[in-house]
Each structure stands twice: as C-alpha cells, then as structure tokens.
C-alpha cells in the first residue's frame, strides 16, 4: 500500500512542482472536495502502519530521481548603520602624513625589514610603523589606505581586512576606527616572530 502511495505522491508532485501557490491550494480543494474527504489528524493515522514522511520519502528510492521542488531565496538585510558599511565608505590620501623625510626611518624602507606575506602582515607592519616608529596618533583607516598607496600595494576591503587582522591574529585594536592600536599580541609579532629578510 505504501508504494502505491509513493508512486501516487511521486505523480502528483511531478504535475504540481511548476504550479503557483494558487493554483496548488485549488488542486487540493478539488481532490479533497472529488473524494469527500476532510483534512484531520486522524486521516493521517494509522494503527500499525507507519506513514511515509517527507525525510523518508526524499530517501526513497522510488523518488530519487525526482527533481527537487524550486525554493527562493530571500535576500538578506544588514543589520549595519547606514554609514558603516564597508562598501559604502570611501578612503581618502592624507597628504600631510610625512613616510619618507621626517627624520626617522621611512615607511619603504621599514617595510622591506620584514617578509610580509598577507594583508594581515601588511596592517600590522603599517600600523606598528605610524605608532611605534614615526609616533602618528589618532590612526584611522585612511592612514591605512595612504601607506597602502604609499607602498604600491593593491588596497583590500580596508575595514574587514583590518577586522580579520584583529579576529583572526589579535594583533590590532580596532575598537575605536578613528584610533586604531597595535595590540601587545601585534608588538610581539613585529619584534620577535615576523621573519626578516635577510
């Protein structure tokens, strides 16, 4: 009985799957109506017979081959302010921000001291140099975004590359944007772990 039921089900979803909502409900109302039957709990019980369910259906061998019903996907929402999404801020050159003849080392030539192998590598390098070395304060991402342009490099989604520095190393602090901080973790990576070129 329960094959036949399968096969039946397999049918009416084969006939059904392209149909709107709409005109599923009617289906259903007409075969409810056609056969006098009234959809309750106790039609779908049986005393000593298990009936098909969907998970058992979907691993039937009877219906695998059957195509799966289309599904939607719903777009999702940010749940972001307006004004802080990556992708809507722009980075802008901070022309006064002296890299090359401030007295100390220049940026270039720091940054060559260290085998930088990622974004991550180059966040700290940059932001270790603007504190440590030439003493900049109040570090925000267009500091970033200038030494980035400064070195040549392609510049990454700033924000979330700075996140993931933060997430996956802890090396930066990036609870104020405006005032970015090179963590204990990121001064103990530039002064004892990054390998240097030799």
Known sequence: ????????????????????????????????????????????????????????????????????????????????PKGTSSSTKSYSLIT?????????ESLKDFYTKYQVKNNMDRNIVILYYLRRVIGEENLGVNHIYTCYKHLSQKVPNIYQSLLDTKNRKGWVDTSNTDDLKVTVAGENYIEHEIATKS
């Open 96 to 104: 006064s921000l002296n890299l090359v003849s401030n007295g100390k």
């Open 1 to 80: 009985m329960i094959d036949k039921e399968l096969e039946a089900i397999v049918k009416c979803h084969e006939l059904m799957k392209d149909l709107d909502d709409d005109s599923k409900l009617r289906v259903f109302k007409y075969l409810l109506d056609r056969y006098n039957l009234v959809p309750t709990n106790s039609a779908f019980e049986s005393n000593n017979t298990q009936q098909p369910t969907l998970a058992s259906l979907e691993e039937s061998e009877v219906i695998e081959d059957a195509p799966k019903p289309k599904t939607t996907r719903t777009k999702k929402t940010s749940s972001k």
